[in-house]
C-alpha cells in the first residue's frame, strides 16, 4: 500500500488575513463613495446658491438706487432760476440782496435776488442740491437757531416780534410767477430744504410761525434772466374734457 502524504491545514498567515480586510475596506469605501457623492455635492452646492443669490440681489439694489439717484432733478444738464430774499421781523423789510458770486459748485447767484441753479458736479445734483451749498456759496449759513450773514451778522431765534417769539424759518412757494399761498414752510433742517423744480421762490425768515411773510418780488428779474413771462403760464384748458353732447345726449 502506497502511503499518501499528510498535510495539516492551520489558520492563515495574519498577513493574507490583512490583505483581505484591507480589500473589503476598500471596496466599502468605494460604494460608500458612489453612494453619497451626489448627496454631497448637492448639500456643497446649495449654500453657494444662495450666497450668489444674495450677491446679485444686492448687486440689483445698489445699482437700482445709483439709477434713481442719478435721475433725481436737477441733474448736470439743468439750468433753474428760483427767487429768495431774506426777511427778519425786527426790521419788518426783506434785508439786501446777498453780494457774493463766488460759485464753487454751481449753485449761486449774481447779486440779483436769484438763486441759479446749475449744478456742475453731481456732489449737488439730484437730493444734494439744497439750501446750504447756496448759503455756502454767499458766505452764510442757516441754523434752526440763527442765520449767519456774510460779516457775521447774526439773525438769532428767540427775539420777540409784535409780542411773538421769532424762529428761524424757510418758506416755499412751488412757482414764484403763480404766487398765491405758500407750498411749504420749513422749521427744521433748513440746510436740508431742497430744490425741487424751476421758478420756485423761497423766503429765508426770521419771524413768528404763521406771520404774514410776502413771497420774494423777482417777478421781473426772472422774467429777465428766464426769457418766460407770467403771461405765458396758462391754466389747464377744459374746454377738451368730454361732456354729455359726446355721447348722443344733451343737459336738459
Not at 45 to 72: H, N, Q, S
Not at 73 to 91: K, M
Request: hydrophobic share 40%; proline share 7%; aromatic share 8%.
Amino acid at each position: 500500500m502506497v502511503g499518501v502524504p499528510y498535510f495539516r491545514l492551520g489558520p492563515l498567515p495574519y498577513w493574507d488575513m490583512g490583505k483581505a480586510s484591507s480589500a473589503k475596506k476598500i471596496a466599502r469605501a468605494e460604494r460608500a463613495g458612489a453612494t453619497s457623492g451626489p448627496s454631497e455635492r448637492r448639500a456643497l452646492g446649495f449654500p453657494a446658491a444662495v450666497a450668489l443669490v444674495i450677491v446679485l440681489g444686492l448687486f440689483l439694489v445698489i445699482f437700482a438706487r445709483a439709477t434713481r439717484d442719478a435721475e433725481v432733478t436737477p441733474t448736470l444738464q439743468d439750468h433753474w432760476h428760483a427767487a429768495y430774499g431774506v426777511y427778519d421781523c425786527v426790521s419788518k423789510s426783506f434785508l439786501p440782496v446777498f453780494q457774493s458770486e463766488f460759485d464753487p459748485e454751481g449753485i449761486h447767484s449774481h447779486q440779483d435776488g436769484i438763486i441759479h441753479i446749475h449744478p456742475f458736479t453731481s456732489s449737488v445734483t439730484g437730493k444734494q442740491a439744497r439750501l446750504s451749498v447756496f448759503m455756502n456759496a454767499m458766505g452764510a449759513e442757516i441754523t434752526d437757531e440763527a442765520l449767519v450773514l456774510p460779516g457775521n451778522q447774526s439773525l438769532e431765534a428767540g427775539v420777540n416780534c409784535g409780542g411773538e417769539e421769532a424762529v428761524i424759518q424757510v418758506i416755499r412757494w412751488a412757482n414764484a410767477f403763480e404766487g398765491g399761498d405758500p407750498t411749504e414752510v420749513y422749521t427744521e433742517n433748513l440746510g436740508d430744504v431742497r430744490f425741487l423744480a424751476d421758478l420756485e421762490a423761497f423766503a429765508i425768515v426770521r419771524a413768528p410761525l404763521g406771520a404774514d411773510i410776502p413771497m420774494p418780488d423777482r417777478i421781473d428779474t426772472l422774467e429777465g434772466v428766464t426769457g418766460q413771462n407770467r403771461d405765458d403760464i396758462t391754466k389747464p384748458n377744459t374746454s377738451d374734457i368730454p361732456g354729455p353732447q359726446d355721447f348722443g345726449t344733451e343737459e336738459e
